[in-house]
């Protein structure tokens, strides 16, 4: 089993700063992608951001140039820089992993973590 462990979260205001990380831990043999997502209330679930082994990522048009995702694959941990917070920020925050758990594993599974509120006041 693997288990996905959020923090960092909080309530910030508009122009200010979070760093969320999130630590992978149990049956890990490798992991593929990284990624982070949101939820507002009403709201479907969203990608925020993606990040693969090799560190090519990807963001919503939403948070370009103001989020960053970062991994430390030998943490197996996964980062998410926010600057320059907007209302419009304000989620749960969900991070999910693609984990390989056995080197004789044929396919990956995915993982999710329990969540971390992100409140943005205007």
């Known amino acids: 089993q693997v288990q996905l462990v959020e923090s960092g979260g909080g309530l910030v205001q508009a122009g200010g700063s979070l760093r969320l990380s999130c630590a992978a831990s149990g049956s890990i043999f490798m992991i593929n992608d990284m990624g982070w997502y949101r939820q507002a209330p009403g709201q479907q679930r969203e990608l925020v951001a993606i990040i693969n082994s090799g560190g090519t990522t990807n963001y919503v048009d939403s948070v370009k140039g103001r989020f960053t995702i970062s991994r430390d694959n030998a943490k197996n941990t996964v980062y998410l820089q926010m600057n320059n917070l907007k209302p419009a920020d304000t989620a749960v925050y969900y991070c999910?992993?693609?984990?390989?758990?056995?080197?004789?594993?044929?396919?990956?599974?995915?993982?999710w973590g329990q969540g971390t509120q992100v409140s943005v006041s205007s």
């Open positions: 999910k992993a693609s984990v390989r758990s056995r080197w004789y594993d044929r396919s990956y599974h995915d993982y």
